[in-house]
């Protein structure tokens, strides 16, 4: 039987207890940052020694040479035509959906001209390179690496650089053929902190990139926060979350479902389901005491809602949308006969919202189509989900025609003075005199 938190609105304390309960560290572990810090200098002054090295020592892989830790393309076409007919049919049918929704996703140039001929506008280039982390080992995320590789490759970025561990020599095939269905350009048997390093400052063998993306432990978020500004990074993930808001009309069984499917993630992971129903928050209850032990992660469900989960009983559905907002959900189920209403009434912080009863918070992880990389821990009030616009840039264009240079010229001029930035004054001047 899970012990899961149950809190009340109407409770004096509600507020302050569901910030308690949301609270979570990020990557400040001195020990973790000290490891992390001496890693990042070692490759950063000998790579590709201190690859091999690290990659020995944490990874228990013994490499003659840096070029062996580098698969050949043909190794990922060999995963492709390997697997189970089923399996490739579903990373084919997921990565054509996510694919789609991307497209849509990139963003455009554009140019105006003022009537005196100046002409202002925006380009958009994508990225030169990009390197994407990937779990390896027993842990397989061929969903996390068609999250990530194909948003970037729509952008249209010429160069996508894969690491994935190997512990013990040991890949995983539907990561590799993850990679040759999102067309991954090179793949190198690197993990760690020392991965992260290896895309940030290159080395012999492993190129430097401009963008480090995906999924790590605290070692590998420790770097990613490091190294960025040497290297832009998506994001610095917190334990998965999902909130479901729900009418008290869904099978329960459901919910208890959904719930799980988040907390079985980690120990860290939070589930909260709010309602305004008190009783169906008991038959969600029960059905979770119920479905727990056919659940083959039931310990790690049960340590994550013993934690960190919550039911979560409100006066209305108009005070759930206040406490999602305030949550700022990764996840946010709208399990309601209306979910259009809601997302109308004043809902503004979540990083994916999954629309009425059927929409189940799994489909969004694997094939719906939008990005499951998102913003956790809070962080939905300020940030958006991964997607083409992380894998391009935007510069400015102004072209001034002699009539136009004249006019900004002699405003120009006035601000500059006003500044004390006399230079700057009489270069905006000789073009108006």
Same mark, same amino acid.
């Given at each position: 039987?899970?012990?899961?938190?149950?809190?009340?609105?109407?409770?004096?304390?509600?507020?302050?207890?569901?910030?308690?309960?949301?609270?979570?560290?990020?990557?400040?572990?001195?020990?973790?940052?000290?490891?992390?810090?001496?890693?990042?200098?070692?490759?950063?002054?000998?790579?590709?020694?201190?690859?091999?090295?690290?990659?020995?020592?944490?990874?228990?892989?013994?490499?003659?040479?840096?070029?062996?830790?580098?698969?050949?393309?043909?190794?990922?076409?060999?995963?492709?035509?390997?697997?189970?007919?089923?399996?490739?049919?579903?990373?084919?049918?997921?990565?054509?959906?996510?694919?789609?929704?991307?497209?849509?996703?990139?963003?455009?140039?554009?140019?105006?001209?003022?009537?005196?001929?100046?002409?202002?506008?925006?380009?958009?280039?994508?990225?030169?390179?990009?390197?994407?982390?990937?779990?390896?080992?027993?842990?397989?995320?061929?969903?996390?690496?068609?999250?990530?590789?194909?948003?970037?490759?729509?952008?249209?970025?010429?160069?996508?650089?894969?690491?994935?561990?190997?512990?013990?020599?040991?890949?995983?095939?539907?990561?590799? &053929?993850?990679?040759?269905?999102?067309?991954?350009?090179?793949?190198?048997?690197?993990?760690?902190?020392? &991965?992260?390093?290896?895309?940030?400052?290159?080395?012999?063998?492993?190129?430097?990139?401009?963008?480090?993306?995906?999924?790590?432990?605290?070692?590998?978020?420790?770097?990613?926060?490091?190294?960025?500004?040497?290297?832009?990074?998506?994001?610095?993930?917190?334990?998965?979350?999902?909130?479901?808001?729900?009418?008290?009309?869904?099978?329960?069984?459901?919910?208890?479902?959904?719930?799980?499917?988040?907390?079985?993630?980690?120990?860290?992971?939070?589930?909260?389901?709010?309602?305004?129903?008190?009783?169906?928050?008991?038959?969600?209850?029960?059905?979770?005491?119920?479905?727990?032990?056919?659940?083959?992660?039931?310990?790690?469900?049960?340590?994550?809602?013993?934690?960190?989960?919550?039911?979560?009983?409100?006066?209305?559905?108009?005070?759930?949308?206040?406490?999602?907002?305030?949550?700022?959900?990764?996840?946010?189920?709208?399990?309601?006969?209306?979910?259009?209403?809601?997302?109308?009434?004043?809902?503004?912080? &979540?990083?994916?919202?999954?629309?009425?009863?059927?929409?189940?918070?799994?489909?969004?992880?694997?094939?719906?189509?939008?990005?499951?990389?998102?913003?956790?821990?809070?962080?939905?009030?300020?940030?958006?989900?991964?997607?083409?616009?992380?894998?391009?840039?935007?510069?400015?264009?102004?072209?001034?025609?002699?009539?136009?240079?004249?006019?900004?010229?002699?405003?120009?001029?006035?601000?500059?003075?006003?500044?004390?930035?006399?230079?700057?004054?009489?270069?905006?001047?000789?073009?108006?005199?």
């Amino acid at each position: 039987m899970p012990d899961i938190h149950r809190l009340n609105s109407r409770e004096e304390t509600f507020w302050a207890d569901l910030d308690g309960l949301l609270a979570w560290e990020s990557v400040a572990d001195h020990g973790v940052r000290a490891i992390v810090d001496e890693i990042l200098a070692a490759v950063r002054t000998e790579g590709d020694a201190a690859l091999l090295r690290y990659t020995e020592r944490f990874d228990r892989l013994s490499l003659a040479h840096a070029a062996d830790l580098e698969i050949d393309s043909r190794r990922l076409i060999e995963a492709l035509a390997g697997i189970p007919a089923e399996q490739r049919a579903a990373l084919e049918t997921a990565a054509a959906r996510i694919r789609r929704y991307a497209e849509r996703q990139r963003l455009e140039g554009w140019q105006i001209e003022d009537p005196d001929g100046t002409v202002l506008g925006q380009r958009v280039t994508p990225l030169d390179s990009v390197g994407l982390y990937v779990p390896g080992g027993k842990a397989a995320y061929p969903s996390s690496v068609l999250m990530n590789a194909i948003p970037a490759k729509v952008a249209g970025v010429p160069l996508l650089v894969m690491v994935v561990p190997a512990p013990g020599g040991e890949l995983n095939e539907l990561v590799l &053929a993850a990679a040759a269905v999102a067309g991954v350009d090179r793949v190198f048997t690197l993990g760690g902190a020392q &991965a992260v390093a290896a895309l940030a400052y290159g080395t012999e063998t492993v190129p430097a990139v401009d963008k480090i993306v995906g999924p790590g432990n605290i070692f590998v978020a420790a770097a990613k926060r490091e190294v960025f500004g040497t290297v832009g990074i998506d994001m610095i993930a917190g334990p998965s979350e999902i909130l479901v808001v729900c009418d008290g009309e869904t099978d329960p069984d459901w919910i208890a479902a959904d719930l799980f499917s988040q907390a079985e993630h980690d120990e860290q992971a939070q589930a909260i389901l709010v309602s305004q129903d008190g009783e169906f928050l008991d038959r969600v209850q029960a059905a979770m005491d119920r479905l727990l032990e056919s659940m083959p992660r039931a310990e790690i469900i049960r340590a994550s809602l013993s934690r960190r989960g919550a039911l979560v009983q409100v006066r209305s559905l108009d005070e759930a949308i206040e406490v999602a907002n305030h949550i700022a959900p990764e996840h946010l189920e709208l399990s309601v006969a209306d979910p259009q209403a809601l997302l109308d009434g004043g809902l503004r912080h &979540a990083g994916a919202i999954f629309m009425g009863r059927y929409t189940s918070e799994a489909v969004g992880d694997y094939c719906a189509g939008p990005n499951h990389v998102l913003p956790t821990s809070r962080t939905a009030r300020f940030s958006s989900p991964l997607g083409v616009y992380d894998f391009q840039k935007r510069s400015s264009i102004i072209a001034c025609s002699p009539a136009g240079a004249a006019e900004l010229g002699r405003t120009a001029s006035v601000l500059a003075r006003g500044e004390g930035l006399v230079a700057h004054a009489r270069s905006a001047e000789m073009r108006s005199e």
